[in-house]
């Protein structure tokens, strides 16, 4: 079974636009993990705008799960995943002010300071995954900077699959051969949904996590939080 990681940063976006601790994140977090997602996901980016490191801090002894912390490992990023030591710490090359990610790495490029990030984030036993889209030589980078796992940028698949154009899975299938090939963990990430997510988990060999946030939440809006969590598992197994 494909393993759910809830992203909650619009948990903690709703908590933010009013002020004082309602939601209460860390209960929604609580309940995430009871309801039996095996993961909790947090992207705090520097403005603080959504999550807050303080959130991070908080979370550490509520998620009993997997903590993975997102982001863009720049000074605060890297001292707050060394301080909240979560069991995966994802790179994603997000630039400031960015509203969501739009890009995974370009990791030939980026090569030697992946892998300096990726070798203090392993000194400290937390295990790493990189932002990539599917594309062999983004593959082939990660796997040369050290990197445990990739996370696949799903976005266009998602955009594609709205159409109608179920081949847009195609590059994804390859890349996840190349990327099982090389001993490479495979997650994915961005956009996808209770309408994709079953197509997707099914066609991609080696699916070890998804993280799903904005979709999943918008869709307990109407469903109920309880009720999506589990439908998303039904639909990964």
């Not at 309602?22 to 996901?41: E, R, S, Y």
């Not at 999550?51 to 993975?68: G, P, S």
């Not at 079953?198 to 699916?207: A, S, V």
Request: charged share 20%; glycine share 6%.
């Amino acid at each position: 079974m494909t393993k759910l990681s809830v992203n909650i940063n619009k948990i903690a976006t709703l908590r933010n636009a009013r002020g004082g601790n309602v939601p209460d994140l860390l209960k929604v977090a609580a309940d995430i993990q009871k309801f039996g997602a095996q993961g909790i996901t947090i992207h705090p980016r520097p403005d603080e705008r959504h999550i807050r490191y303080q959130d991070a801090r908080d979370l550490k002894a509520i998620v009993h799960t997997e903590f993975n912390i997102e982001g863009n490992p720049q000074h605060n990023f890297i001292d707050l995943v060394l301080e909240c030591k979560p069991e995966q710490v994802t790179l994603v090359p997000d630039a400031i002010g960015a509203i969501t990610s739009s890009a995974g790495w370009d990791t030939v490029k980026n090569q030697a300071y992946l892998t300096e990030m990726i070798q203090e984030f392993k000194r400290n036993n937390i295990r790493t995954s990189i932002f990539v889209d599917p594309i062999l030589a983004m593959i082939e980078g990660a796997k040369n900077t050290g990197a445990d796992r990739i996370e696949l940028y799903t976005e266009e698949f998602a955009h594609q699959y709205s159409l109608g154009n179920h081949d847009a899975i195609n590059p994804y299938v390859t890349a996840s051969v190349l990327a099982n090939d090389l001993g490479l963990g495979i997650n994915a990430g961005h956009d996808l949904n209770l309408d994709n997510i079953q197509f997707f988990k099914q066609n991609i060999p080696g699916l070890l996590e998804v993280s799903i946030g904005h979709a999943l939440i918008a869709e307990s809006l109407y469903l109920g939080l309880e009720n999506v969590v589990n439908m998303y598992l039904q639909k990964l197994k």
